[in-house]
């Protein structure tokens, strides 16, 4: 199995500049999450997903959108990038129920200039 | 939400040595889970321990959910055990289904 699988591994976006941060996985996993790690930081929660055509935001979601319309995928939306957004970004997935057991993807480094 | 306070920040040391990380968290959880990173950035998935003590070869981790904390330890270090070492607690009230992550012990293992 590929587990979680996330592209692209490196994106150089201008600001203002549109994109999407695509995440599969193939476990059957009911939760899916986005979150950002920056430097000395630990990561930090963008938005979540319980399971297909459910989202809700995390810690930091401003500036993000997602969707699930499917089980496998959890794109992340990046609508008008800004040099904040520059960070590395994880998906991760878990079976749901009365607590999560996470499994993560490889990351996307994304800088914005 | 959750605080997560993790010490130490950073922790050197020389193959061979023991070590212990620790996990305070500020609220009741429903799990618990820990984290290596690795120098090339992937995480992996060490322990998932709401309570108890488990073990996997040289590392270990206990949970005392009762008294909010969580040790890591590490036995016999390796230059292969580098890295940062996150604890995610996962609140158990309102706004569950979110792990909330320290800001990581960064471990170095010299030769």
């Known amino acids: 199995n590929a587990g979680v699988t996330q592209t692209p591994k490196f994106q150089v976006l201008k600001t203002g500049q549109s994109m999407t941060l695509q995440c599969a996985q193939d476990m059957n996993h009911e939760y899916m999450s986005w979150y950002r790690q920056d430097p000395g930081m630990g990561l930090r929660l963008i938005h979540y997903s319980v399971g297909a055509g459910i989202t809700d935001q995390g810690e930091v979601p401003n500036g993000y959108n997602v969707s699930r319309s499917t089980t496998e995928d959890f794109p992340l939306r990046l609508l008008s990038a800004a040099p904040s957004q520059t960070s590395v970004y994880f998906c991760?997935?878990?079976?749901?129920?009365?607590?999560?057991?996470?499994?993560f993807g490889n990351g996307t480094r994304l800088t914005v200039t | 939400g959750i605080q997560v306070e993790q010490s130490p920040p950073d922790l050197i040391l020389q193959e061979g040595a023991n070590s212990t990380l620790r996990c305070n968290f500020s609220d009741s959880v429903n799990n618990l889970q820990w984290f290596h990173q690795n120098p090339w950035g992937q995480l992996i998935n060490l322990f998932y321990?709401?309570?108890g003590t488990k073990q996997n070869g040289r590392l270990s981790a206990t949970t005392v959910a009762t008294e909010r904390y969580s040790l890591l330890y590490i036995s016999s270090s390796q230059t292969t055990d580098s890295g940062v070492y996150f604890c995610a607690p996962e609140y158990s009230g309102a706004g569950s289904y979110q792990l909330t992550f320290g800001k990581g012990t960064k471990l170095s293992v010299i030769p």
């Open positions: 991760a997935s878990s079976y749901s129920g009365l607590s999560l057991t996470l499994h």
């Open positions: 321990i709401p309570s």
